[in-house]
């Protein structure tokens, strides 16, 4: 069906202008339409969702709908005593009243408001930047503090289980498939050796959570620097977008994934592994943007584990992609075969050069505790 057409199934004032891909998101396909009418314009945000990693798409929109209600209903209140006016976009329904419209192949389409005048960047501007990002994601943390995490469901289990992805790791060379690929070349063997050297570390967040160190709380779930959108006029954070895996999960992942990506100025995709390296003033940046609001939710416990959470974080990541090249490219979307290996590469980098960084990074996070 023609994107026109579809995003005309829902209920959006105006006529359409032009509808357009955009964003660089790695699973579901995201449009930007335009509407207009006389004397007004309407900007919204189309997406398909990936049906190979979201298996409902019902429990996402669910839990999209309890969020930006509990959202909206607490940002209007603090909205006097804010700095700013934070955003949180809102679910169109289509003319049927639904929340989402199910196309002749089966895909969920949805469609949601566009965060007004912001932009989400790629790649860490600078410093400034980056400690908008922690004010962000700590806003977002203590907006979410009071849900209910009984009531969200669980749209990815074991999303951030890292020992999983160890253990599909584990099934994936047992194919044919993996094992070939793996002999392959001598960079796909390099990382499997860097995997091997780091096998008793996967355990770390799970063994916290076990002993009750840690507990879950709602998550973000995927906090990166480009789902932070940043206001055009003021240069300060102003959303969190790429709400589908909000969940029951822990900060830490979040903390982690955010450094992990502000931290990386080089970007996801670099080619030239030279060039990247955890940028100690972004992170610097980044947990003192974040940690003068988190401090206020944070235990001791919460404290300890920052530093693990980075670093198992960015192994995660590149162990996910990793997988994925050697399952044949099935989960994050690529525009040529090498891709996910290469963004592998590129994680493990960044993780190496974390690793190498503990004491400087530690002392650190002792210092804004
Ligand atoms: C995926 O869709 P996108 O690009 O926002 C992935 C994240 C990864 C990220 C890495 C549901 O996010 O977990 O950190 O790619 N999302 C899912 O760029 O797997
Ligand atoms: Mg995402």
Redesign the pocket.
Same mark, same amino acid.
């Given at each position: 069906m023609e994107l026109s057409v579809l995003v005309n199934k829902f209920d959006i004032p105006g006529r359409l202008v032009t509808i357009n891909p955009t !964003? @660089?998101? &790695?699973? &579901?396909d995201t449009y930007l339409a335009i509407f207009r009418n006389t004397f007004d314009e309407q900007q919204v945000i189309l997406q398909r969702i &990936?049906r190979a990693? #979201?298996e409902k798409p019902e429990l996402i929109m669910d839990n999209l709908r309890l969020l930006i209600s509990h959202a909206h209903r607490k940002l209007e209140k603090e909205v006097v005593d804010s700095d700013r006016v934070w955003q949180m976009p809102k679910l169109i329904n289509t003319r049927e009243g639904g929340d989402f419209y199910v196309d002749e192949r089966g895909d969920y389409w949805r469609v949601i408001t566009k965060v007004a005048s912001a932009t989400a960047f790629d790649e860490t501007q600078g410093p400034e930047h980056a400690a908008e990002c922690g004010a962000v994601l700590a806003h977002f943390h203590k907006l979410v503090f009071d849900l209910d995490t009984e009531e969200l469901h669980d749209p +990815?289990p074991g #999303?951030h289980i890292t020992p999983r992805y160890l253990e599909r790791y584990d099934a994936t060379i047992a194919t044919p498939g993996g094992a070939e690929r793996l002999n392959a070349s001598m960079e796909a063997r390099r990382l499997a050796k860097f995997i091997e050297n780091r096998r008793d570390f996967v355990h770390v967040l799970q063994d916290a959570i076990k002993s009750g160190e840690l507990t879950l709380r709602v998550m973000h !779930?995927?906090p =990166?620097v480009? &789902?932070i959108m940043i206001d055009d006029f003021t240069g300060k954070g102003t959303a969190m977008i %790429?709400l %589908? @895996?909000v969940s029951p999960g822990l900060v830490h992942y979040d903390f982690g %994934?955010a450094v992990r990506?502000i931290c990386n100025p080089a970007g996801?995709e670099e080619l030239n592994l030279n060039k990247v390296v955890f940028d100690m003033d972004l992170c610097m940046a980044f947990c003192k943007g974040y940690l003068s609001q988190a401090n206020e939710f944070m235990t001791e416990a919460d404290h300890r584990h920052l530093f693990n959470s980075i670093r198992l974080?960015t192994f995660e +990541?590149g162990l996910? #992609?990793f997988q994925d090249y050697l399952a044949g490219n099935v989960?994050? =979307?690529t525009r040529h075969p090498e891709q996910n290996l290469n963004?592998a590469r590129v994680q493990f980098r960044l993780c190496e050069s974390i690793e190498s960084r503990e004491r400087m990074i530690k002392d650190m996070l002792k210092a804004l505790a």
């Open positions: !964003g @660089t998101g &790695n699973v &579901n &990936n990693v #979201f +990815l #999303f !779930g995927d =990166k480009n &789902n %790429d %589908d @895996t %994934d990506s996801e974080i +990541l996910r #992609f989960y994050f =979307k963004r």
